[in-house]
């Protein structure tokens, strides 16, 4: 009999800091929702869609995209995951889930937590809205998360 080697899993970790610039778009609609708590989106001068998260550029239309327009913080549940699983594989008691949220005024949607719901109360089509942090720090996060609209 060979003798066979098993191969040999090392494990490590490395912390990682990082900055990046949101970009124009971006820059903006972080600043709205931490100063103002509204979620802007841009819309196209050829299709019209309102593009949330804001973009500067049409990428079916292959324009500039200028005008900035406020969307409503409420708006659809277009799908929904659930995952038993922790970022560091272990298992929980409560599972987390993330969603995309059509909101009215914007075309595509927003992927996010859902929150102050358990799976099965979901339902793909029903009313969302925002939750927005007390403390708001300019990011994606000052949106705690989407519960089902009250
Ligand atoms: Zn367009």
Redesign the pocket.
Known sequence: MENQSQPIKLQGSIEISYEWSAGVAGSRFFQEIRDNKRIMGTK?P????VLVPPRIF?E??F?D?EEWVEVSSKGELVTFGESYLGTDGSKLKEPWIVGIIRLDGADGGLIHYIGEARPEELKIGMRMEAVFNEKRNGNILDIKHFRPSK
């Open positions: 196209c050829k299709c019209g869609r049409c079916e239309c324009v995209v």
